[in-house]
């Protein structure tokens, strides 16, 4: 079981920017490294269901940007720090939610299943509004 720690959640205004970023750690108890493992962001709003809006995958760490935030937002991933960062551009106020990472080893990224993903973190809270 991997501990992920979300962090960066703020309230910004309509247009501008955050970045949040996921700290994984628990690797020693797995037998396995952050390159074993698909790292996804999600996002759940009130009322609404999780939605999978980035996703770096294992083996190379190839980054995969949902359609419905395509162009605004960037994942990234730092081995070396087992850290996985969400970079949010332009955003709007129905970019508002609760954002979490999780980990799997054997999720597939652009199957976007939040229910593929047994690792999650707690959760940072993003809200857009001026």
């Known amino acids: 079981q991997l501990e992920l720690v979300e962090s960066g959640g703020d309230l910004v205004q309509p247009g501008g920017s955050l970045r949040l970023s996921c700290a994984i750690s628990?690797?020693?108890?797995?037998?396995?490294?952050?390159?074993?493992?698909?790292i996804g962001w999600f996002r759940q709003a009130p009322g609404k269901e999780r939605e999978g809006v980035g996703c770096?995958?294992?083996?190379?760490?190839?980054?995969y940007i949902a359609d419905s935030v395509k162009g605004r937002f960037t994942i990234s991933r730092d081995s070396a720090g087992s850290t996985v960062d969400l970079q949010m551009n332009t955003m709007s106020p129905k970019d508002t939610a609760v954002y979490l990472c999780?980990?799997?080893?054997?999720?597939?990224?652009?199957?976007?299943?939040?229910?593929?993903?047994?690792?999650w973190g707690q959760g940072t809270q993003v809200t857009v509004s001026s």
């Open positions: 770096v995958t294992k083996r190379g760490g190839v980054p």
């Open positions: 628990g690797f020693s108890l797995t037998g396995f490294d952050l390159d074993d493992y698909n």
């Open positions: 999780a980990a799997d080893r054997w999720s597939t990224c652009t199957n976007w299943d939040p229910a593929e993903y047994d690792d």
